[in-house]
């Protein structure tokens, strides 16, 4: 079974500064997926990622999926309050049923 | 468009007493699924429907949970009974077709006394 590990777990920083998060799979993702889940909502889709290597800017998080396709990391740039939530990354998985498999998340506070 | 719709928002229970709730999925998408977020961890894929078959449950607790989409339609999810440990938050989720984006309704907490 896929194990999706994030790290930190928790992230409490001040608005303006930069972060990064991890997202490590034990297995070669399918299809690497990063969601944001505000409190009292559903995940959000922010960026799909395929080929190893990949870099996906979104005006101030930047993606970026390791070579060998089982890690992933997500950077912000001068974080605001706006961007609190739980990031999750996923794997859309086809072996087997076509599925998402979800990591463990990076719960993010960003005061003001 | 509307999202995904859920019902209800929260609700508690207590333990051995049982729950249903209730998706109504994005028209005309196929998929279906349902999840577990247990407080503090990512979502837990708990069955998926295409149309009103099921493609995967493998990970529902079948002794006590059960899941159906009689029309293709909505869906159903139901604990009967509740433990303590089925405290959690339950996602529907719904997409055009297995291979494409997945969108989430917003849940339902459920809490277990």
């Known amino acids: 079974t896929q194990l999706l590990e994030q790290s930190p777990q928790f992230l409490s920083i001040q608005e303006g500064e930069n972060l990064t998060v991890y997202c490590n799979s034990s297995s070669v993702f399918s299809s690497l997926q990063w969601y944001r889940q505000e409190p009292g909502e559903g995940p959000v889709l922010l960026v799909t990622?395929?080929?190893?290597?990949e870099v996906k800017k979104l005006k101030r998080l930047t993606f970026q999926f390791g070579d060998a396709r089982k890690d992933s990391s997500l950077h912000i740039t001068a974080a605001q309050p706006g961007d609190t939530g739980l990031y999750l990354c996923a794997d859309y998985t086809t072996s087997g049923t076509y599925k998402y498999i979800f990591g463990t998340g990076t719960r993010l506070k960003v005061l003001a | 468009e509307a999202g995904v719709a859920q019902s209800p928002r929260y609700k508690i229970i207590e333990k051995r007493q049982s729950v249903a709730f209730w998706c109504n999925p994005i028209s005309g998408h196929a998929t279906l699924y349902w999840y577990q977020q247990i407080l503090g961890q990512g979502p837990k894929l708990l069955i998926q429907f295409q149309n009103n078959g099921v493609v995967d449950d493998s990970q529902l607790p079948k002794d006590r949970f059960s899941a159906e989409r009689l029309k293709g339609v909505d869906s159903t999810l139901k604990i009967q009974p509740a433990k303590l440990e089925d405290s959690a938050v339950y996602l529907c989720?719904?997409?055009?077709?297995?291979?494409?984006?997945?969108?989430f309704g917003q849940g339902t907490r459920l809490t277990v006394v």
């Open positions: 989720a719904s997409s055009l077709g297995r291979n494409n984006e997945a969108f």
């Open positions: 990622v395929v080929t190893g290597g």
